[in-house]
């Protein structure tokens, strides 16, 4: 007899959609400098939870185009601009946060990089239940990260590192934006 494989079925009740108040919040535990970020991952959070309402071709797609510019800029920053300078006070890279929130971006590159393939291949008269799922776990996948970020790591960040080191990221992050609009 053969075996069921495992399907995997995702617990969604703890999701929690974005609100204004709670974010307001989180903005006054977060140092100015690292400002941009917590408000990127607002406006994303807020898309994740359309993402979540099901399958919607113009939505997907706005999502999937919105996802590839944050793991272009946003994820990069984080690790280039924000890791980088944490690794002055954490030197320790194989285990701890530098290692997991590397690891979690990578995880989140790897399922978008599905994602697009399922949505590149896909007929809008008739979605296949994998797209769906899959753009399911994506949404819950980046709501998890952001979660995590503002709730736990942005705030400590902020404590953690130094005025000039925040000022620093901060004035990278503007550098690169505005060569880019430039
Ligand atoms: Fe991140
Ligand atoms: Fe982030």
């Given at each position: 007899?053969?075996?069921?494989?495992?399907?995997?079925?995702?617990?969604?009740?703890?999701?929690?959609?974005?609100?204004?108040?709670?974010?307001?919040?989180?903005?006054?535990?977060?140092?100015?400098?690292?400002?941009?970020?917590?408000?990127?991952?607002?406006?994303?959070?807020?898309?994740?939870?359309?993402?979540?309402?099901?399958?919607?071709?113009?939505?997907?797609?706005?999502?999937?185009?919105?996802?590839?510019?944050?793991?272009?800029?946003?994820?990069?920053?984080?690790?280039?601009?924000?890791?980088?300078?944490?690794?002055?006070?954490?030197?320790?890279?194989?285990?701890?946060?530098?290692?997991?929130?590397?690891?979690?971006?990578?995880?989140?590159?790897?399922?978008?990089?599905?994602?697009?393939?399922?949505?590149?291949?896909?007929?809008?008269?008739?979605?296949?239940?994998e797209l769906?799922?899959?753009?399911?776990?994506?949404?819950y996948l980046?709501?998890?990260?952001i979660e995590?970020?503002?709730?736990?790591?942005?705030?400590?960040?902020?404590?953690?590192?130094?005025?000039?080191?925040?000022?620093?990221?901060?004035?990278?992050?503007?550098?690169?934006?505005?060569?880019?609009?430039?």
């Amino acid at each position: 007899m053969a075996r069921p494989s495992y399907q995997p079925k995702l617990d969604l009740t703890d999701w929690k959609k974005t609100n204004t108040q709670e974010f307001e919040k989180i903005r006054s535990i977060v140092a100015p400098e690292l400002h941009s970020f917590i408000e990127e991952h607002a406006a994303l959070s807020q898309l994740m939870d359309q993402v979540r309402e099901g399958y919607h071709t113009e939505l997907y797609h706005k999502a999937l185009d919105t996802i590839a510019h944050e793991l272009e800029h946003h994820f990069l920053y984080e690790e280039k601009y924000i890791l980088s300078r944490l690794a002055n006070h954490i030197t320790e890279t194989e285990v701890g946060p530098i290692a997991k929130l590397k690891n979690e971006h990578n995880i989140i590159r790897k399922h978008y990089q599905e994602a697009m393939v399922l949505f590149q291949n896909h007929d809008p008269e008739n979605p296949s239940q994998e797209l769906v799922q899959k753009m399911g776990l994506l949404a819950y996948l980046l709501k998890k990260h952001i979660e995590k970020e503002d709730h736990y790591l942005f705030p400590l960040f902020s404590v953690i590192l130094t005025q000039e080191e925040k000022a620093a990221i901060a004035h990278d992050v503007h550098l690169h934006t505005s060569t880019r609009k430039g």
